[in-house]
């Protein structure tokens, strides 16, 4: 299994850019990196995935070193609204979904 | 497209009894996910079934149970509750089985609350 890493938490301002690592240094070759994000009183939502270099869609990137030891997740221009829990997952051999303790981000004004 | 449907939303029961939470997963996924989550713990795996099956299960006594049916709506069980099983209890479902080369999106419900005094 995978364990993953994460920051317990960070305190961050609108506006800026938001960077989140999560160390995974037993990810196997088939493993993917996942993100999610949770509100609270909500269920988590999906936000990116990617397997090596660099991911990006609408709301984040993935950057994932060659080694793939870590990923770090990136914000950029944070809100208010992104005060949120960010949960790093590597893909499982056994499929069991580890979420862990995730990262408790407040965004500031 | 409906999202993923938990009831009750809210749920008060006492040491001893039982509850069952139901799920309706988005149409046309067919597993069909459970989590516990105390702040404690954090978010921990309880089960998942696909196709009416039990395919995964997490470190959890059997008092909790779970089934699917055959339109893939989920029941989970939990037996002879404990005031440590106060929790919020997910309900997540994807498309398909996830495999090890790759990780299905999860789409989550808003959950049940559960307080056990």
């Known amino acids: 299994l995978a364990k993953t890493t994460q920051p317990i938490s960070m305190d961050s301002y609108e506006g800026q850019e938001v960077n989140i690592t999560c160390s995974h240094n037993n990810i196997a070759t088939n493993d993917y990196i996942t993100w999610y994000q949770q509100f609270p009183s909500q269920g988590p939502r999906f936000i990116i995935q990617?397997?090596?270099t660099k991911v990006t869609n609408e709301v984040a990137s993935l950057f994932i070193p060659a080694d793939r030891k870590s990923s770090t997740l990136s914000l950029p221009r944070v809100s208010l609204s992104d005060t949120a829990v960010y949960y790093c997952l590597v893909g499982v051999p056994d499929d069991k979904i580890i979420f862990g303790k995730g990262t408790r981000l407040h965004i500031l004004p | 497209k409906a999202g993923v449907t938990q009831t009750p939303r809210y749920l008060i029961k006492t040491r001893g009894q039982q509850v069952t939470l139901s799920c309706s997963p988005i149409?046309?996924?067919?597993?069909v996910s459970w989590y516990q989550q105390t702040p404690g713990q954090g978010l921990q795996f309880l089960f998942e079934?696909?196709?009416?099956?039990?395919?995964n299960k997490g470190n959890f006594p059997g008092r909790f149970s779970g089934r699917q049916f055959s339109n893939s709506r989920s029941e989970m069980n939990v037996s002879t509750l404990e005031l440590g099983d106060s929790a919020l209890y997910l309900c997540?479902?994807?498309?398909?089985?996830?495999?090890?080369?790759?990780?299905?999106?999860?789409?989550f419900g808003p959950g049940t609350r559960l307080t056990v005094l």
């Open positions: 079934y696909f196709s009416e099956t039990q395919r």
């Open positions: 990617g397997y090596k």
């Open positions: 149409s046309g996924h067919r597993s």
């Open positions: 997540a479902s994807s498309p398909q089985l996830k495999r090890g080369a790759s990780y299905n999106e999860q789409f």
